[in-house]
């Protein structure tokens, strides 16, 4: 019985080690950021900064991201004007051509809810949304039109819904490949960027001559104007689908740029830093910007509590194209 008793309590205690409360571990993601047409990684404190793709070709970050574990990436490789989709492990290893054609495979868009990858594949002069496994498997061709000439794929929170643009025009489609709909037909729209929480879209538009920031339901209807100063773009939603960011350029002595923000019914507009290139960490109460010219790029994380910056990163080289945070 004695026996019996100290093995219970052993296993209990195994039992209370493996159910140790993760929210105590430090937040420290993996982020990843561009430089000469390179992926790096950088832990979040700044730390192990590291080039992932010291190959040939060019690696478009805009296309790059993690897997929805966490624990691969995701991105478009160019070489010979020839693009492929490749998955590598989070330090650089085990590169793999998942796309794998002769055609050029592009713009991968990863799936909110499962292991699937949309992306855009050209062929004799076609361009076809298509879909994959995240291991490259079961490639699928969705929808083919030798009238429209997709880019800028992006897919909706709930995977229900691809986007595209198509000249100055965005259009949605099903994810199985039907029901191809034109959102708007009165007005360029610029890339649009889709809510994580709700059926909205935000995008920046030039219809008055100079940018503005606009939000609407997925279809185009419902459209409110967020800003009217001008030269207001790139906006981007937080985590909780409630705040968006936003550039604001003007001149005064030279071309300054700074990073705005406002809700979803721009009942506010707050300065939040000079910058630009910016975005939200996942836990929302932090975004990144970048500043610097062709000659040095910085990256910074602000805390949107305390309103203290601190250096992230910074290069000899150009950063474009902000940063993807491991969630």
Same mark, same amino acid.
């Given at each position: 019985?004695?026996?019996?008793?100290?093995?219970?309590?052993?296993?209990?205690?195994?039992?209370?080690?493996?159910?140790?409360?993760?929210?105590?571990?430090?937040?420290?993601?993996?982020? #990843?950021?561009?430089?000469? &047409?390179?992926?790096?990684? $950088?832990?979040?404190?700044?730390?192990?900064? =590291?080039?992932?793709?010291?190959?040939? !070709?060019?690696?478009?970050?805009?296309?790059?991201?993690? =897997?929805?574990?966490?624990?691969?990436?995701?991105?478009? +490789?160019?070489?010979?004007?020839?693009?492929?989709?490749?998955?590598?492990?989070?330090?650089?290893?085990?590169?793999?051509? $998942?796309?794998? =054609?002769?055609?050029?495979?592009?713009?991968?868009?990863?799936?909110?809810?499962?292991? #699937?990858?949309?992306?855009?594949?050209?062929?004799?002069?076609?361009?076809?949304?298509?879909?994959?496994?995240?291991?490259?498997?079961?490639?699928?061709?969705?929808?083919?039109?030798?009238?429209?000439?997709?880019?800028?794929?992006?897919?909706?929170?709930?995977? +229900?819904?691809?986007?595209?643009?198509?000249?100055?025009?965005?259009?949605?489609?099903?994810?199985?490949?039907?029901?191809?709909?034109?959102?708007?037909?009165?007005?360029?729209?610029?890339?649009?960027?889709?809510?994580?929480?709700?059926?909205?879209?935000?995008?920046?538009?030039?219809?008055?001559?100079?940018?503005?920031?606009?939000?609407?339901?997925?279809?185009?209807?419902?459209?409110?104007?967020?800003?009217?100063? !001008?030269?207001?773009?790139?906006?981007?939603?937080?985590?909780?689908?409630?705040? $968006?960011?936003?550039?604001?350029?003007?001149?005064?002595?030279? &071309?300054?740029?700074?990073?705005?923000?406002?809700?979803?019914?721009?009942?506010?507009?707050?300065?939040?830093?000079?910058?630009?290139?910016?975005?939200?960490?996942?836990?929302?109460?932090?975004?990144?910007?970048?500043?610097?010219?062709?000659?040095?790029?910085?990256? &910074?994380? #602000?805390?949107?509590?305390?309103?203290?910056?601190?250096?992230?990163?910074?290069?000899? !080289? &150009?950063?474009?194209? !902000?940063?993807?945070?491991?969630?």
């Amino acid at each position: 019985m004695k026996n019996y008793i100290i093995i219970s309590i052993f296993i209990f205690g195994l039992f209370l080690i493996s159910c140790e409360d993760k929210s105590t571990e430090p937040y420290n993601p993996k982020i #990843l950021f561009n430089l000469y &047409w390179d992926i790096y990684s $950088i832990n979040y404190d700044g730390s192990e900064e =590291t080039i992932l793709t010291d190959e040939p !070709g060019y690696i478009y970050f805009g296309k790059a991201n993690f =897997t929805n574990n966490g624990k691969n990436i995701i991105y478009q +490789r160019n070489e010979n004007s020839i693009s492929q989709i490749y998955q590598m492990e989070l330090d650089g290893s085990n590169k793999i051509n $998942i796309s794998n =054609t002769a055609s050029s495979d592009f713009n991968p868009v990863l799936s909110n809810r499962s292991n #699937l990858i949309y992306y855009l594949s050209k062929e004799n002069d076609t361009i076809q949304i298509c879909r994959m496994d995240i291991n490259g498997n079961n490639k699928t061709n969705l929808f083919t039109s030798e009238v429209f000439n997709p880019y800028s794929l992006k897919i909706s929170f709930d995977d +229900r819904k691809l986007f595209f643009i198509d000249s100055i025009y965005n259009y949605s489609i099903d994810t199985d490949g039907n029901n191809l709909n034109l959102i708007n037909t009165t007005t360029d729209m610029g890339k649009i960027v889709l809510s994580p929480t709700e059926n909205k879209i935000v995008y920046h538009s030039w219809r008055t001559g100079t940018p503005n920031v606009f939000i609407s339901d997925l279809n185009g209807t419902n459209e409110a104007q967020l800003t009217t100063t !001008g030269n207001a773009d790139d906006p981007k939603f937080s985590p909780d689908g409630q705040s $968006i960011i936003f550039d604001f350029a003007y001149l005064s002595s030279g &071309w300054d740029q700074n990073v705005y923000q406002t809700d979803k019914n721009g009942s506010y507009f707050k300065k939040l830093s000079a910058g630009f290139h910016h975005g939200y960490l996942p836990l929302g109460n932090e975004i990144f910007y970048e500043t610097g010219d062709s000659l040095g790029g910085y990256f &910074w994380i #602000l805390n949107l509590e305390s309103n203290k910056s601190r250096l992230l990163s910074s290069n000899d !080289g &150009w950063q474009y194209g !902000g940063i993807k945070v491991q969630y």
